[in-house]
């Protein structure tokens, strides 16, 4: 018995010691910036002020984003432009995965070509789609101009609203087609030759099969497409600054003007921490009715 333990007791301290460097990089690159955005949350900061240093301010910051409206509609807009492109991304990147499956002719070629979008930067790909959209010069507007549609992102709100929502789709729609398809390759065949062997439609081999068998690969894809689309900065910040007026101001570029411009750093990293609070809330919420569904559909 006490054999064992000691065998045990030494697998448990290598694996603890292969396991340090890691976890030492992340300590430091992940949990001790996260806490000090935490401390100075708690403290109005602005370099460029009389007063130098951190001033304690309690729990104000906090306070002042309950009633803090730009920030809530900007929290608000990053939540509508999280639905549009994840709900958009996860149907069709599934629709695309299942047809990669097939024996295309040239299925090889389209995957390695298909995941270009994912070698872009975010600057590089704003930029490429700042271009796109310029009027009188760029593609999309003259293409639309043939079709009698006046198309203006720096004028007319959801117009660019819906630009930056195609921008994330062709950016991050490849990631999750591949995500999926690795997944469904890595099934197992035998269910599903024994279905088509019973005469199942092929719906309800989508249905009561490769759905409830990928669901930790989709579920997987969700949140990081979720906690991606909402911290979203780059991209947007190059195609449109945020406009026009405040319709692409989504919660990161509001963050941003905050911190840099006006140098309200307190105010800034209270807003961040609330922010992280919040996705992981929104996701924790969605993993439970994940399970719950599918406990009752095993039922």
Partial sequence: ??????????????????????????????????????????????????????????????????????????????????LWTVSIEMILGFALALLLMRPLRGRNFFRAAYALPLTLAPIALGATWRLMTIPGFGLIPYYLSRLGIDYNIGRHASQAFFTTVAMDVWHWTPFVTLTLLAGLTALPREPFEQAQVDGAHSWHILRYLTLPMLRPVISTALFLRIMDALRIVDEVWMLTSGGPGTATRYAGIHVWRVVFPKTDYGYGSAMSVLLLYFTIVLCWLLLTTIIQVGRETSD
């Fill in 1 to 82: 018995m006490g054999i064992v333990v000691s065998r045990g007791f030494r697998r448990e301290r290598t694996a603890w010691g292969l396991l340090a460097p890691t976890l030492i990089v992340l300590g430091f690159a992940g949990l001790l910036p996260f806490l000090y955005v935490l401390y100075v949350g708690f403290f109005d900061w602005n370099i460029f002020s009389r007063t130098v240093g951190l001033t304690w301010a309690g729990a104000a910051n906090y306070r002042r984003l309950v009633f803090d409206a730009d920030f809530l509609a900007a929290l608000w807009r990053g939540i509508k432009f999280t």
